[in-house]
Every structure is written in structure tokens, then in C-alpha cells.
């Protein structure tokens, strides 16, 4: 019997995928992905990137401590601020080139990162789908919203595909 | 004599370590924040080569590209784009602007050498 999903559900299936390589690409280890709004972990920095497209509108948000957000690195670094920046950046272009398969074309934002203590992501009036990541050093809570056209009908199409992340092409 | 390689990111952390694996190398760095400031800097002259991101704030990488490639002296200045972007569309529009070459973030510091090399015609100088 064939599944059904919607195309929200498999944005959120896309965007949990992004989140789990992006933990891998810097730790090197896979990370403890759940479905659970947790409010346990120290949120002091976040940041937010938008995807947009004429089928499609989402927020991706990153979420964690700074130590954590530091950890998530291959060498040495000193400004969180920046760096969580970067990370939801890529947080959101895996999604995108993810979302490439279905012949979605969708144009990201610059990022706009914030910092405080104890900051807390709430959903917003849109469909929210909100991960919480564990790893070595910490955890992170990673969050999209999504307004999707109720037509939209997310088919993988084989010919369409981006390029692998850590790809190089000379031209 | 070691050439001259722009980093082109608005990330502070991205150029500090595309610019560490190449000063590793032997290259020498300057960094530019945006597309608008990458354009100023490659005006003054004396770039070797670039490295750029796609999506930045004032003026996108793409856009950079365009702008520098339409100036004369620039036909032969090896741009790459460095970026989480993976569309064949994108690509496409790079390539016709003028780009080199595009590598996709998260980046291997080998690969990434191996391309200024390559494009900037010297050996690294250590």
C-alpha cells in the first residue's frame, strides 16, 4: 500500500535529514535526533534563515548554547555569533538542495542571528516542525515553519538534483 | 612571489578559515564582506584569484561577478564560488556570468588548494 504524504510532511522529512548531516559534517558522529520541543537545553543564540518560493514560505531556525554552537566546528573558533550564522546557513541550504529532487527552486535569505539567555523558540500560526539534535558537546534545537500552496504535490523527480555538499567543480 | 587571493563572505568565520587553509599554502589573503566591498577591492587591482559566496547582503555573489567581469582587465580573473547552494539553475547562471568553478559548504581545505593552484597556475609556495 502506497503512502501518502503530504508535502509538508516531507519538507519535514527533508529538513530532518539536513539537520542530521549537518551534525555529522562537523562531529563526525550521528546525532540523537527527536521529535521533542525540549525546553531543557540552554538557548542562547539563534539563528534564522528564510526559504522562498511560489509554492512555498519556511523559516528555518537553529537553536543552542554557545559552547555547543562553537563545537560544531572543524577548528578552532571564537565568535559564536557569526559562526551560528554560518550553520543555519547550511542548515538551510541542505534543505534546499534537498527540496531540488522535487523540482522545488527556492531562494534563501542572509541569516539573522540573535543572542540572549534562556531564549525560548515558540511556534508561530504556520505548520511547525521542531527537532531537537544531541551530540558530543551539547544539543541544538532546529525549527521550520512552513505556509505551503495546499496544491503542492512533492514528487521526486530523477532528473532534477544539485550538487553534493564538499563537491568541486572547475568549469 | 605569492599570489593574491580574495575571500569574498559575509560570514567572519568562513573567511577565517578558507583563509587559513590557504595562507597554510602559502597564498596571501584579503577578505571582503560583501559582493559590493569584493568589487572595490578587485578595482584596486592585484587579485590573483577569488573566492566567493552566492548569497550575501549589498550585492550577491552572482551579481559581483557580472559587475568586475563587465570592467576591462578582469576577463581572465578566476572566481569561484564557494557556497551551501547546489542548483544546476545556479550553477548555470554562475557560469555564464563568469565563474570558474563552484565548490558546495561545507568545504575539504585539499580540494579547495588544489583549485587556487590550479587556477592561480603556481605551486604553493610554503
Given at each position: 500500500?502506497?503512502?501518502?504524504?503530504s508535502?509538508?510532511?516531507?519538507?519535514f522529512?527533508r529538513?530532518?535529514?539536513?539537520?542530521?548531516?549537518?551534525?555529522?559534517?562537523?562531529?563526525?558522529?550521528?546525532?540523537?535526533?527527536?521529535?521533542?520541543?525540549?525546553d531543557?537545553?540552554?538557548?542562547?543564540?539563534?539563528?534564522?534563515?528564510g526559504?522562498?518560493?511560489?509554492?512555498?514560505?519556511?523559516?528555518v531556525?537553529?537553536?543552542?548554547?554557545q559552547?555547543?554552537a562553537?563545537?560544531?566546528?572543524t577548528?578552532?573558533?571564537a565568535?559564536?555569533?557569526?559562526?551560528?550564522?554560518?550553520?543555519?546557513?547550511?542548515?538551510?541550504?541542505?534543505l534546499?538542495?534537498k527540496?531540488?529532487?522535487?523540482?522545488?527552486?527556492m531562494?534563501?535569505?542572509?541569516?539573522?542571528t540573535?543572542?540572549g539567555?534562556?531564549?525560548?523558540?515558540?511556534?508561530?500560526?504556520l505548520?511547525?516542525?521542531?527537532v531537537?539534535?544531541?551530540f558530543?558537546?551539547?544539543?541544538?534545537?532546529?525549527?521550520?515553519?512552513?505556509?505551503?500552496?495546499?496544491n503542492?504535490?512533492?514528487t521526486?523527480k530523477?532528473?532534477e538534483?544539485s550538487?553534493?555538499?564538499?563537491?568541486?567543480?572547475?568549469f | 612571489?605569492?599570489?593574491?587571493?580574495?575571500?569574498?563572505?559575509?560570514?567572519?568565520?568562513?573567511?577565517?578559515?578558507?583563509?587559513?587553509?590557504?595562507?597554510?599554502?602559502?597564498?596571501?589573503?584579503?577578505?571582503?564582506c560583501?559582493?559590493?566591498?569584493?568589487?572595490?577591492l578587485i578595482?584596486?587591482?592585484?587579485?590573483?584569484?577569488?573566492?566567493c559566496?552566492?548569497?550575501?547582503?549589498?550585492m550577491?555573489?552572482?551579481?559581483?561577478?557580472?559587475?568586475?567581469?563587465?570592467?576591462?582587465?578582469?576577463?581572465?580573473?578566476?572566481i569561484?564560488?564557494?557556497t551551501?547552494?547546489?542548483s544546476?539553475?545556479?550553477?548555470?547562471?554562475?557560469?555564464?556570468?563568469?565563474?570558474?568553478?563552484?565548490?558546495?559548504?561545507p568545504?575539504?581545505?585539499?580540494?579547495?588548494?588544489?583549485?587556487?593552484?590550479?587556477l592561480?597556475?603556481?605551486?604553493?609556495?610554503?
Amino acid at each position: 500500500m502506497t503512502v501518502v504524504r503530504s508535502a509538508s510532511e516531507t519538507i519535514f522529512e527533508r529538513f530532518t535529514e539536513s539537520l542530521a548531516d549537518l551534525i555529522v559534517s562537523y562531529t563526525g558522529s550521528e546525532a540523537n535526533i527527536i521529535s521533542d520541543f525540549s525546553d531543557h537545553l540552554e538557548l542562547e543564540i539563534t539563528s534564522i534563515v528564510g526559504l522562498s518560493s511560489e509554492e512555498v514560505s519556511a523559516t528555518v531556525s537553529l537553536a543552542s548554547s554557545q559552547e555547543a554552537a562553537l563545537s560544531l566546528s572543524t577548528f578552532p573558533l571564537a565568535c559564536a555569533h557569526d559562526w551560528m550564522g554560518e550553520l543555519a546557513n547550511q542548515l538551510a541550504g541542505r534543505l534546499k538542495n534537498k527540496l531540488c529532487a522535487y523540482g522545488l527552486q527556492m531562494n534563501l535569505s542572509t541569516p539573522t542571528t540573535i543572542q540572549g539567555n534562556r531564549l525560548q523558540l515558540t511556534s508561530s500560526a504556520l505548520e511547525t516542525f521542531s527537532v531537537n539534535a544531541q551530540f558530543p558537546m551539547g544539543g541544538a534545537i532546529a525549527q521550520i515553519s512552513l505556509n505551503v500552496d495546499p496544491n503542492l504535490d512533492l514528487t521526486e523527480k530523477p532528473t532534477e538534483s544539485s550538487s553534493e555538499e564538499g563537491s568541486l567543480e572547475l568549469f | 612571489m605569492s599570489s593574491n587571493i580574495l575571500v569574498v563572505d559575509d560570514s567572519a568565520t568562513v573567511r577565517q578559515q578558507v583563509g587559513t587553509a590557504l595562507r597554510q599554502s602559502g597564498f596571501n589573503i584579503l577578505e571582503a564582506c560583501d559582493g559590493l566591498q569584493g568589487a572595490e577591492l578587485i578595482a584596486k587591482g592585484g587579485i590573483d584569484c577569488v573566492i566567493c559566496d552566492v548569497n550575501m547582503p549589498n550585492m550577491n555573489g552572482i551579481e559581483m561577478i557580472r559587475k568586475v567581469k563587465g570592467e576591462p582587465g578582469n576577463e581572465n580573473l578566476p572566481i569561484v564560488m564557494l557556497t551551501t547552494e547546489g542548483s544546476k539553475e545556479l550553477i548555470t547562471q554562475a557560469k555564464e556570468a563568469g565563474a570558474k568553478g563552484w565548490i558546495v559548504k561545507p568545504f575539504k581545505a585539499d580540494l579547495l588548494v588544489a583549485a587556487v593552484e590550479k587556477l592561480t597556475g603556481s605551486l604553493a609556495v610554503s
